[in-house]
């Protein structure tokens, strides 16, 4: 079974060697997603972590979309952020975009940097 590399529009291009996101059979793994605005390759919000993070959850949607999934076949995410003392808004805004009642499994790790000194990224995994 070939791989499949996932692209939309409506999120940012990658700004590495890297895909937005691949498919591998019913999985696939999505690319860490920053603050980017997919029309005017612009950050977001420049440190502002909801404004951040409210835009990550958008770029994750859009990639998902663009192979036919939602944030309710995501399975695990991972957060990356630069400050963990704003690990309560970011887990705040996130709870919007994902229920309780679907909620995945997740890590969250406090980094030292983050691409173009983002607060935020994510990354997931979603299955059918």
Known sequence: MANTIVYSAQAPAPIGPYSQAIQA???IYVSGQIAL???TGQLVGEGDVAQETHQVMRNLQAVLEAAGYTLRDVVKCTIFVKDLGNFGLINEIYGNYFF???APARETVE???LPKDVQVEISCIAAK
């Open 25 to 27: 059979g019913n999985t």
């Open 100 to 102: 309780a009642d679907y």
């Open 111 to 113: 980094v030292s940097r």
């Open 37 to 39: 605005d997919a029309d």
